[in-house]
């Protein structure tokens, strides 16, 4: 039954997030004063990958990638509660499993695409690796707080232990919030952090040898990915109550995000990492060092 | 039966070798075999626990003993001594080589099992020695400077630990392992960092490391194997009784020597990665990353709570494990390569499969990936140093575990990713010696990952009688005040996810196999001569966001050191000039001193 239950939201997180996709695009062209495609276009775009009759793939690893990253992802969502009372794995909702799991995606992702022997993939890696030493200890700098404030490591207690509105971490830390949704936005990928992608430079990065089925995987991947990872910010600083405060939480931060991609320019790589090591580490120290003197 | 007929046993084989060596290559292979097999015997059959002593001269005495923490680090090193003699069988070289190779172990068993600080000692400066001279009969690079290099900090840790050695005696009245009572903190603590040293020189923790990554650049291939999978563990068995059985209390009881020890070991841990992703030599990458593994070791052992002492000694086991297997498949690649320069390598994961799944599983267990053996000890750290409230430290820790995907990636990417190059078209799978090694390095990299119970349960052992705390592990689950995981759950979900993505990937058409040149380049021809390798320069970027970072450099400190100890000795060399008239100047100069002083009493 609760396997049942857990493909359920699957299912549902799956669909959201491709819904969210098609939405950021209809934003994104309005923002741009261009008509833009319908809100469904990504469940329209997954429905022609999977049935393209056949794709070019470049060695064993280069198929399993996305394969890998679609497993690593879904494993993490069994790992991440949905909202108070959403019953996932979430005994273990623990902030160092699910940090840990939301790595094998990329890296199988990171696998596949470097045995193309296309040098703009490995490019598009590296970048990413290297961001995460910009966003990665950013977002987590900034959870700490929350996590030693309510002396626990697992995402599902931290909820239940906030509470509602008055109460949301995000307020008793506001820097801490602050500085982990600038994180965010790195762990999302948008502009002024799609180095990775970055489709004028490295066309598409760790994408370019993928195509049909492949591709399809990781449009699942990405669409699981946004709930995820929106889905962290918001359980940790802002404690949703139920499921629909979950997804209109995670809708809202991932507005936030589109627009702000939207209206922005593109770092260089080096610039980007070192913006996360000036203004947002400053945030988020001082969000421990409130936690160490103003409770 | 005694104990240590296993260094002799090992002692034998390798003379037994020696002539092998000198004799024929058949009777080379065979005395090797010999020497894996007499030894795991030994180890299997009459390994005891049991004392012995001889050699008695008044309060000194040559004592061993095998106790528990003893028999631990022991299966380590004698697991890594065997593991990596099978890849040495593939490998000539001078018949001493193979001597010193078997007397290193040896020592470094001795060591382990001394029961006394004189006897350990002893026995730490011949292993030293020993490998010294493995140095010496390096294979690449500048051997003679890296050998010397290596002994002048084996030697000064050594100095400073005998001079510890004498003042823990004057206090104390015995070189055992016991405590001292009624001596000031401050006391102690300089004891400790005296008697300490050697070791934090042998896990090559900053600013004691740069040693390391030019030993194990020049090393024969194999013995890098054995260096870091095993002798390093004796580092960290010397830090781990010290801390346990000496300094117990101390650790107990002073605020400030565990937060300064877990520091240092986080900045190791996070320079070691910094610099292993900036390294473009296979074997260099390896030995910093080794180095920054054994960071978090440390941060582990200093913290000195249960859980943190724990998950430190957890780690060096998975330490052995995955540098091991990654240190193997490297030289497997570099037998067949005949270089470490990951610029010359690629796309040999089609020529070298198993090699390339050994590597693969060794890099998700060194970046803490659930479920390897990599993940519950640094799990538990975290947790540990969060119940501890040390949330920079955390931090700092956090930030050092990212640079291991940066490493790993960069590894796995150069080697067996990428481009396949012309020169590398008939390249075969490693020697069988190696393929065997890795996959034994596998089953420890799952069974342990999955099953971590197992290995805390023996560090419970000898933890208990020291912290008095309670069990927090079951053999497949962990459990802290603020976290618990159930690592089997996290293994079955990713394994459901990946048969369901599977399925979806088989059932959705077909895929044919594109050439290597078949690729997107936005119109710019390709062909077998164009260079699409993407491995110079692979964090280059990063030089810009680093700055003046990666500037600091150990060696640097170590010159400046130097320099103010030149003009001190130069300073020196102005008085004790060698001259007699100069002498007897200044006992002139004292005489009217006196005069002047004492006055008309004389």
Known sequence: MKILILAGYWILVTILGLLYMGIARKVTARIHNRYGPPFYQAFLDVLKLFSKRETASHGVMHSLGPVIAFAGISATLLF????????????????????????????????????????????????????????????????????????????????????????????????????????????????????????????????????????????????????????????????????????????????????????????RIEQAVRFYWGVPLILVVLGILQYYFWR | MYNINLALLAILAGFLT??????????????????????????????????????????????FNLTDISRFFLWIIISAFTLSLLPLIHEERSPFFYLYYFLAFGFASL?????????????????????FAILLLGVRGDIKKTALKYIIYSLVGAYFYLGGLFIKFKYSGNIGFGGIQNVSTLTQIAIYTLLALPFFVKIATMPFHNWAPDAYYSASDSFTIFFSAGLSKVGVYGLVILMLKTFAELFKSNLYLPEIIAWVGGITALLGGIYAFMSDDAKKLLAYSSISQLGYVLVGLG????????????????????????????????????????RRMGGLIKKMPISFIGLLLGIIAASGIPPTIGFPGKWLLYEAIIMKGDLFLVSLVFFASITAFLYSYKLVHSIFLGKLHKEHRDVKEAPAGYVVATIIFLIPIIVFGVFPGVIFEKIYGFTKPVFNHDVFFTFNSLKTQIGFVKIPVAGIALAAMFAFSFILYLIAGRSYRAKQEDNYTAGEWVDEDFASHYAQEFYGFMRKAFGKLLDLSAEKFWNGVLTIFKAFS?????????????????????????????????
Not at chain 2, 119 to 125: A, I, K, P, Q, R
């Open chain 1, 80 to 267: 991440m509660p949905l909202g108070k009372g959403a019953p996932v794995l979430h005994f273990q909702g623990d902030l160092f499993v699910v940090l840990y799991l939301l790595v094998v995606g990329p890296l199988g992702m990171a696998l596949g695409a470097g045995e193309s022997n296309n040098p703009n993939a490995t490019i598009g890696i590296a970048r990413a690796l290297s961001l995460m030493l910009g966003y990665e200890i950013i977002l987590f700098m900034a959870t700490l707080p929350v996590f030693v404030h309510y002396g626990t490591a697992s995402i599902y207690d931290v909820i239940v232990k906030q509470g509602a509105f008055p109460n949301w971490a995000g307020l008793k830390y506001p820097l801490s919030m602050l500085g982990g949704l600038i994180a965010l936005h790195g762990l999302l990928g948008e502009k002024p952090f799609d180095q990775p992608i970055a489709p004028h430079e490295i066309a598409s990065g760790p994408m370019v040898e993928y195509g049909g089925k492949y591709l399809g995987l990781l449009q699942l991947w990405h669409a699981i990915g946004i709930i995820v990872e929106t889905g962290l910010f918001i359980n940790v600083f802002f404690g949703p109550q139920n499921i629909v405060w979950f997804f209109a939480g995670t809708f809202i931060v991932f507005m936030l995000a589109v627009i702000v991609n939207a209206l922005m320019p593109r770092f």
């Open chain 2, 111 to 131: 060591t382990i099992m001394a029961n006394d600080l004189l006897t350990l000692y002893m026995n730490f400066e011949l292993t030293s020695l020993a490998i």
């Open chain 2, 570 to 602: 130069e300073l020196t060399r102005r008085i004790y000039t060698g001259d007699v008239r100069d002498y007897a100047l200044y006992l002139l100069f004292f005489l009217i001193v006196l005069v002047f002083l004492v006055g008309g009493k004389l």
């Open chain 2, 18 to 63: 020696f002539f092998g060596a000198l004799s024929h290559r058949v009777l080379r292979v065979a005395s090797i075999v010999i020497g894996i097999v007499g030894t795991l015997v030994f180890a299997f059959l009459y390994l005891k626990p049991d004392t012995m002593e001889f050699i008695r001269m008044g309060v000194f005495a040559m004592s």
């Open chain 2, 303 to 342: 913290l000195f709570t249960p859980y943190s002492f724990s998950a430190g000694i957890f780690h060096s086991v998975a330490h052995f494990v995955f540098e091991g297997v990654l240190f193997t498949t490297v030289a497997g690649v570099i037998h067949r390569l005949g270089t470490s320069d990951l």
